[in-house]
């Protein structure tokens, strides 16, 4: 199970740290107590009760427990589907397949007192994060954010069996059977798959619903030459009767319920066998004796291939104006100077660029030929860029960013980068687009020759990648960029590779 790990974390297993940097652990309360003593503790030497165990810092609040679960169901799926075939001429028949899946059970961390953001404190209670030192107190640093216990414990993890999945997929199979030296099948996929954990620690992490800024003390002001804030898509309201810390389904639909892009939407695959035309009973020398027909009959010719789509999420920390994407795919390349050197790439769409890195801007380090009437689907706060200041500078100090002001309630301010939670709450939150198509192919030249009625010899020249198809990655999810010169940007496909191999079989 991937809970045994958390077996060796609090309560079961906690350390006693010491650190002379620290004024908490400081003999005199001060910093740096290692450059202002003559006594320097070294491992196996002095170092005899160093660490104070009996002491109320021994064991630091702040501690994360990792729980597992006290019944831990196993994970249950359910599957439907339905088929339709039909035989057809030639040896072949077609299928038709519908299938659905549904998953439940699947392992999810929920941290339920993850501690606020910095915006998100200033903006809940109208002052700066505590900075107290003391131990055991509200205001005490390394705890005083956790939404719901703020004096001992840290971010906890609940590790619990509230995940699930759903698929709705379409098959679509076209299978000849081998027949007058040909064979071969194509398969068409079309899949759309949602999932909420079963990742173990890698994603679907749910946050507490108090870590979302719904009101509050603090108040925010813009700078000038900022856009107004776009709306914010914030969770539902919570349910009735449902503790504060406690988890609920809704909001985890909210913040984890995406289609996962590892399995591509669309994905055609195919493979075949045909018996090469050369030799005798075939179409090219069919009158050779027998031992030329042992070199040039007898070949047959097998491959197979797959085609896939690629999707992606666009970048979603922007809260400026927003415009609708569009989609130019591979047919528009741009120049992009932007790293010092020049080279083409696709715009796939209408990414953010800052405007001192466009060709309008006067600068070298641009981005040109973009299309006719582009504008960014998300833009910062700030794009106010002077084309009369020096390049890579900008009219303000908040230029290209999400900065804003915080009001706090003793009369100071604050700059902090504006986000209301601890996921992403713009319009773009989920928002995914179709990246390249990808298709590559293998191809394998073999043949048998017979040495004595169980003994044989086979030849085989294997084409990985045969016709070295290069591939693209998916675009930028920012800019929209795609790079697809060799020297700028790494290939979706391995290379082509050749490999013959000789097995002797008795």
Same mark, same amino acid.
């Given at each position: 199970?991937?809970?045994?790990?958390?077996?060796?974390?609090?309560?079961?297993?906690?350390?006693?740290?010491?650190?002379?940097?620290?004024?908490?652990?400081?003999?005199?309360?001060?910093?740096?107590?290692?450059?202002? %003593?003559?006594?320097?503790?070294? +491992?196996?030497?002095?170092?005899?009760?160093?660490?104070?165990?009996?002491?109320?810092? +021994?064991?630091?609040?702040?501690?994360?427990?990792?729980?597992? /679960?006290?019944?831990?169901?196993?994970?249950?799926?359910?599957?439907?589907?339905?088929?339709?075939?039909?035989?057809?001429?030639?040896?072949?028949?077609? @299928?038709?397949?519908?299938?659905? $899946? &549904?998953?439940?059970?699947?392992?999810?961390?929920?941290?339920?007192?993850? /501690?606020?953001?910095?915006?998100?404190?200033?903006?809940?209670?109208?002052?700066?994060?505590?900075?107290?030192? $003391?131990?055991?107190? *509200?205001?005490?640093? +390394?705890?005083?954010?956790?939404?719901?216990?703020?004096?001992?414990?840290?971010?906890?993890?609940?590790?619990? @069996?509230?995940?699930?999945?759903?698929?709705?997929?379409?098959?679509?199979?076209?299978?000849?059977?081998? &027949?007058?030296?040909?064979?071969?099948?194509?398969?068409?996929?079309?899949?759309?798959?949602?999932?909420?954990?079963?990742?173990?620690?890698?994603?679907?992490?749910?946050?507490?619903?108090?870590?979302?800024?719904?009101?509050?003390?603090?108040?925010?002001?813009? =700078?000038?030459?900022?856009?107004?804030?776009? +709306?914010?898509?914030?969770?539902?309201?919570? /349910?009735?009767?449902?503790?504060?810390?406690?988890?609920?389904?809704? #909001?985890?639909?909210?913040?984890? =319920?995406?289609?996962? $892009? %590892?399995?591509?939407?669309?994905?055609?695959?195919?493979?075949?066998?045909?018996?090469?035309?050369?030799?005798?009973? !075939? &179409?090219?020398?069919?009158?050779?004796?027998?031992?030329?027909?042992?070199?040039?009959?007898?070949?047959?010719?097998?491959?197979?291939?797959?085609?896939? %789509?690629?999707?992606?999420?666009?970048?979603?920390?922007?809260?400026?104006?927003?415009?609708?994407?569009?989609?130019?795919?591979?047919? &528009? !390349?741009?120049?992009?100077?932007?790293?010092?050197?020049?080279?083409?790439?696709?715009?796939?769409?209408?990414?953010?660029?800052?405007?001192?890195?466009?060709?309008?801007?006067?600068?070298?380090?641009?981005?040109?030929? #973009?299309?006719?009437?582009?504008? *960014?689907?998300?833009?910062? #706060?700030?794009?106010?860029?002077?084309?009369?200041?020096?390049?890579?500078?900008?009219?303000? !100090?908040?230029?290209?960013?999400?900065?804003?002001?915080?009001?706090?309630?003793?009369?100071?301010?604050?700059?902090?980068?504006?986000?209301?939670?601890?996921?992403?709450?713009?319009?773009? @939150?989920? $928002?995914?687009?179709?990246?390249? !198509?990808?298709?590559?192919?293998?191809?394998?030249?073999?043949?048998?020759?017979?040495?004595?009625?169980?003994? @044989?010899?086979?030849?085989?020249?294997?084409?990985?990648?045969?016709?070295?198809?290069?591939?693209?990655?998916?675009?930028?999810? %920012?800019?929209?960029?795609?790079?697809?010169?060799?020297?700028?940007?790494?290939?979706?496909?391995?290379?082509?590779?050749?490999?013959?191999?000789?097995? #002797?079989?008795?």
């Amino acid at each position: 199970s991937a809970y045994v790990s958390n077996m060796v974390s609090v309560p079961n297993r906690a350390s006693y740290p010491q650190t002379y940097s620290s004024a908490v652990y400081s003999p005199d309360g001060l910093q740096n107590y290692l450059i202002r %003593s003559a006594t320097f503790p070294v +491992a196996g030497r002095n170092t005899t009760n160093v660490v104070n165990t009996n002491s109320t810092i +021994a064991l630091k609040p702040g501690l994360s427990m990792s729980s597992i /679960p006290k019944d831990e169901a196993p994970d249950f799926a359910t599957q439907v589907n339905f088929t339709i075939e039909q035989p057809l001429k030639g040896n072949s028949a077609l @299928r038709i397949s519908w299938l659905w $899946t &549904h998953a439940t059970n699947l392992d999810q961390e929920y941290f339920p007192n993850q /501690p606020y953001s910095t915006i998100a404190w200033e903006l809940k209670t109208g002052t700066k994060p505590p900075q107290g030192t $003391t131990v055991g107190l *509200p205001n005490y640093a +390394a705890t005083a954010l956790g939404p719901y216990d703020n004096t001992v414990w840290g971010n906890n993890a609940l590790y619990q @069996r509230s995940g699930w999945s759903n698929d709705n997929q379409l098959q679509v199979n076209y299978q000849r059977l081998f &027949h007058n030296g040909v064979a071969w099948q194509i398969f068409y996929d079309w899949s759309k798959p949602f999932r909420v954990g079963g990742n173990y620690f890698r994603d679907s992490f749910i946050r507490p619903a108090q870590d979302y800024v719904t009101s509050g003390q603090g108040t925010i002001t813009e =700078y000038p030459n900022e856009a107004p804030i776009t +709306a914010a898509v914030m969770p539902p309201a919570r /349910p009735s009767g449902i503790a504060s810390y406690a988890y609920w389904h809704q #909001l985890d639909v909210y913040q984890n =319920y995406i289609i996962d $892009t %590892s399995v591509p939407m669309q994905d055609i695959q195919f493979n075949g066998l045909v018996d090469l035309p050369f030799g005798r009973g !075939k &179409h090219f020398l069919s009158g050779v004796n027998r031992w030329v027909n042992e070199v040039v009959g007898g070949w047959q010719l097998a491959g197979d291939g797959t085609m896939a %789509s690629q999707d992606f999420y666009v970048g979603n920390g922007n809260w400026g104006p927003n415009s609708p994407i569009r989609m130019y795919k591979t047919g &528009h !390349k741009v120049t992009d100077c932007r790293s010092g050197v020049c080279h083409p790439v696709y715009e796939w769409f209408n990414g953010y660029i800052p405007p001192s890195q466009l060709s309008s801007s006067g600068c070298t380090a641009v981005v040109s030929g #973009l299309p006719s009437g582009w504008v *960014p689907y998300s833009q910062p #706060l700030d794009t106010n860029y002077n084309p009369t200041t020096p390049c890579g500078k900008a009219a303000d !100090k908040y230029y290209n960013t999400n900065d804003v002001q915080i009001n706090l309630l003793d009369g100071s301010t604050d700059n902090q980068g504006y986000a209301p939670g601890p996921t992403s709450t713009t319009p773009w @939150r989920k $928002t995914l687009l179709q990246g390249p !198509k990808n298709f590559v192919a293998d191809l394998s030249v073999f043949k048998v020759f017979p040495i004595t009625e169980n003994t @044989r010899l086979r030849f085989n020249m294997d084409t990985f990648n045969a016709f070295n198809v290069q591939g693209l990655n998916n675009p930028n999810g %920012s800019d929209g960029t795609l790079g697809f010169v060799p020297q700028y940007s790494s290939s979706h496909n391995t290379p082509r590779q050749v490999q013959l191999t000789l097995r #002797l079989e008795f």
